[in-house]
């Protein structure tokens, strides 16, 4: 099985600063990559597809890039509902892991 | 409007058996590839299984395969997951999520989560 990995585990930020986390899967997955966002109680919600392809109705300020085995998820300027956890899932090789997630909070 | 409703959850005893329902309405669901993913409380998320709208792929999680059974019938719009010999470490929250597309890709719409505990 394909394993994701996610760094960092955690993050603190202030509103307004530029929020990066890091994704490595442990094969080549091409572009077949996703970011979810999860608040606490709520279910995943879909912000990137195929590594940087926005979602419909997803802000600007979320960005995906990568492609391979390394990947990067950047928030341009975190506002106060983007706190929560993320995870990215490769989608290239059955069966579809996730990383272990990213929680951010605020600093 | 989009939806995905979930049921059939509960309380199971180790080695029994469950059967999950989905129940999908605002789409073609024939279009679209459909998902189970389960999260114990306060951890992650677990891809479980996945099929394509017509059937004719599908995939599952190692630590389920051979044991969950994963379904759909078009016709009534709905996804299902059959639960055998279930452990104590089946027990999550078990989400249906829609596939973007009628293969594999990102999920956009995501049911509530229905809770199954094996105890």
């Keep these: ?107 | 409007e989009v939806q995905l409703v979930e049921s059939g959850g509960g309380l199971a005893q180790p080695g029994r058996s469950l059967r999950l329902s989905c129940e999908a309405s605002g789409f073609k669901f024939e279009e679209y590839a459909m998902h189970w993913v389960r999260q114990v409380p306060g951890k992650g998320l677990e891809w479980v299984s996945g099929i394509s709208g017509s059937s004719h792929n599908l995939g599952y999680a190692d630590s389920v395969k051979g044991r969950f059974t994963i379904s759909r019938d078009n016709t009534k719009s709905s996804l299902f997951l059959e639960m055998n010999s279930l452990g104590p470490e089946d027990t999550a929250l078990y989400y249906c999520a829609k596939g973007r597309g009628t293969i594999w890709s990102g999920c956009n719409i995501w049911g509530q989560g229905i809770m199954v505990i094996v105890s």
């Design chain 1, 1 to 107: 099985d394909i394993q994701m990995t996610q760094s960092p585990t955690s993050l603190s930020a202030s509103v307004g600063d530029s929020v990066t986390i890091a994704c490595q899967a442990s094969q080549d997955i091409g572009n077949y990559l996703n970011w979810y966002q999860q608040k606490p109680g709520k279910a995943p919600k879909l912000l990137i597809f195929d590594a940087s392809k926005l979602e419909t109705g997803v802000p600007s300020r979320f960005r995906g890039s990568g492609s391979g085995t390394d990947f990067t998820f950047t928030i341009s300027s975190l506002q106060p509902e983007d706190i929560a956890t993320y995870y990215c899932q490769q989608f290239d090789v059955l069966p579809f892991t996730f990383g272990p997630g990213t929680k951010v909070d605020f600093k």
